[in-house]
Nanobody, 117 residues
């Protein structure tokens, strides 16, 4: 059974930082692409950042220079370091994993990030 468990969300003031973690079980973590998505109320879920098994990273334009995605294969964990947060970053953040182009995608349950002005 595949499980993705996020942690690290919370409430922070604008300009602050948070680090999200997502620990996976039930998959061969090191060969999966991992990603973070977010969804604010009334909006579609959007890709925030992704990291491949080759450690190639990709970021949404809105978070470039502020967020950093990384992974620790020994701990089956992917991280999202978020700096200089703004109220526009307020959303539920979801961990995502997928193997290659045709593998089954998996989602975590989400963690709330709230940035106050």
């Amino acid at each position: 059974q595949v499980q993705l468990v996020e942690s690290g969300g919370g409430v922070v003031q604008a300009g602050g930082s948070l680090r999200l973690s997502c620990t996976a079980s039930g998959i061969s973590f090191s060969i999966y692409t991992m990603a973070w998505y977010r969804q604010a109320p009334g909006t579609q879920r959007e890709l925030v950042a992704s990291i491949t098994k080759e450690i190639t990273t990709n970021y949404a334009d809105s978070v470039k220079g502020r967020f950093t995605i990384s992974r620790d294969n020994a701990k089956n964990t992917v991280y999202l370091q978020m700096n200089n947060l703004t109220p526009d970053d307020t959303a539920v953040y979801y961990c995502y994993s997928k193997r290659g182009l045709v593998g089954t995608p998996y989602w975590g349950q989400g963690t709330q990030v709230t940035v106050s002005s």
